[in-house]
């Protein structure tokens, strides 16, 4: 039984602009058919190879269901998950960016993607750590007309300092205001907010939040 539907009264009693993702990694196919049926279409995995081996090819998936790539990305798999998958989360890198152009281009399709920021300086979490880097991703985005730049996405800091996951979620509203403002006038998604920090995230100005545990419950990496 998955807990989508007081997942998403609870989100939407905060604030009914917030769409829900469902991250659905470790979890069953059935699991995802399951939240689908109860209206849910928007859908994050963070391995390429759990999304090759776990869902249908796009073709038949579902009417509407929409997947995005919510974990770091390698080069070598650029190439394979560009056609699995509807919006990639985590561009972290110039040569990322210049890579899934390049691929996309081969492919002749046009992907959505976010740029991810390492909000919280732990070296463990990918994401731009420099925003002056992000920015000037951002200015290569003329010379990659196969990406269209949707927004940024921030993974808060381990643990659950309040305060610390307010200080990371306003900083990264800040750097999506000045990419906003400046560079890419056309942006609109902040997605930021997991199981245990959504409140926060949503306060600072978050309107996606990526959901998992609170949704299919707790994972188990063993299986
Ligand atoms: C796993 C994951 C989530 C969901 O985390 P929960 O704490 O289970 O809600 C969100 N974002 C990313 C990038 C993840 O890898």
């Known amino acids: ?49 759990e999304i090759a081996e776990k869902f249908p090819l796009p073709e038949n998936r579902p009417e509407g269901m929409y997947l995005a790539l919510i974990g770091h990305l390698q080069s070598n798999k650029v190439k394979k998950v560009l056609p699995l998958v509807d919006r990639i989360d985590s561009v972290d890198s110039v040569n990322l960016l210049l890579l899934i152009e390049k691929e996309a281009g081969k492919l002749n399709k046009n992907i959505d993607i976010l740029f991810e920021l390492n909000s919280s300086e732990e070296e463990q979490k990918s994401g731009f750590t420099d925003k002056e880097e992000l920015f000037k991703a951002a200015m290569l985005l003329k010379d990659c007309p196969h990406v269209n730049l949707k927004g ?10 309040r305060e610390k996951n307010i200080k990371a979620f306003t900083y990264t509203k800040a750097v999506f205001d000045e990419l906003k403002e400046k560079y ?40």
């Open 1 to 49: 039984m998955v807990n989508l539907i007081k997942v998403r009264d609870e989100i939407k009693s905060l604030d009914n602009k917030v769409e829900l993702m469902a991250v659905s990694k470790t979890h069953p196919y059935s699991s995802i058919l399951e939240c689908y049926e109860l209206g849910q279409r928007l859908f994050g995995e963070n391995r390429y190879q």
């Open 152 to 161: 940024l996405m921030t993974v808060g800091p381990l643990g659950s300092d």
């Open 184 to 223: 890419v006038p056309t942006i609109s998604i902040l997605s930021m907010g997991m199981s245990g920090d959504w409140e926060e995230a949503i306060m600072c100005g978050s309107n996606m939040v990526r959901i998992g545990t609170a949704i299919f419950g707790e994972r188990n990496y063993n299986v």
